[in-house]
T-cell receptor, first 111, second 112 residues
Framework: DGGITQSPKYLFRKEGQNVTLSCEQNLNHDAMYWYRQDPGQGLRLIYYSQIVNDFQKGDIAEGYSVSREKKESFPLTVTSAQKNPTAFYLC??????????FGQGTRLTVV | SQQGEEDPQALSIQEGENATMNCSYK?????LQWYRQNSGRGLVHLILIRSNEREKHSGRLRVTLDTSKKSSSLLITASRAADTASYFC????????????FGAGTRLFVKA
């Protein structure tokens, strides 16, 4: 099945710890995105990548880092510099059209 | 900053009634899209309307776009309990289609 897979579904982070969220797609899409969603809120863009080995900051990139070494993969690292990381994280991809395809999300909680 | 702003923030209706949600945006766009999100899940694409279109239909969905007012509306006719979800508008700026911007969403609750 073609799609976009995020893992893990739930993730717990201790204070001062870096954690990495996985996002993999087999849709052969060039563009990939990371969004953050807080309870009852919309989506805020963290980082996006239009092509392998290239990525740009979104509106709330501070405290996050990404890499795009392969077309299929766009992992997001939440660093200790992100002071309020508890949120729902969504990864998406786009091909030649405008429709974005989303994964099922990772819920990150600081413990 | 958010490009799209949905109105109302929340909407509660009875099954069988129509639901209307509105979206306003700030900059020139190539197109506007509507997405649906069930609680705790990812977003699913519903419909896209291009900047040169005024109205579009898909099943029970009707979308309108008024570029002079920078606004769009999504109408769901004959709503069902299964339509309960959050609905988001999203815009692709005229300068490029990669940085899709989402609004804050309308939470729709359809009572059976």
């Amino acid at each position: 099945d073609g799609g976009i897979t995020q893992s893990p579904k739930y993730l717990f982070r201790k204070e001062g710890q870096n954690v990495t969220l996985s996002c993999e797609q087999n849709l052969n899409h060039d563009a990939m995105y990371w969004y953050r969603q807080d309870p009852g809120q919309g989506l805020r863009l963290i980082y996006y990548s239009q092509i392998v080995n290239d990525f740009q900051k979104g509106d709330i990139a501070e405290g996050y880092s990404v890499s795009r070494e392969k077309k299929e993969s766009f992992p997001l690292t939440v660093t200790s510099a992100q002071k309020n990381p508890t949120a729902f994280y969504l990864c998406a991809s786009k091909g030649t059209g405008y429709e974005a395809f989303f994964g099922q999300g990772t819920r990150l909680t600081v413990v | 900053s958010q490009q799209g702003e949905e109105d109302p923030q929340a909407l509660s209706i009875q099954e069988g009634e129509n639901a209307t949600m509105n979206c306003s945006y700030k900059t020139s766009i190539n197109n506007l899209q509507w997405y649906r999100q069930n609680s705790g899940r990812g977003l699913v694409h519903l419909i896209l309307i291009r900047s040169n279109e005024r109205e579009k239909h898909s099943g029970r969905l009707r979308v309108t776009l008024d570029t002079s007012k920078k606004s769009s509306s999504l109408l769901i006719t004959a709503s069902r309990a299964a339509d309960t979800a959050s609905y988001f508008c999203a815009t692709d700026p005229y300068t490029g289609g990669f940085k899709t911007i989402f609004g804050a969403g309308t939470r729709l609750f359809v009572k059976a």
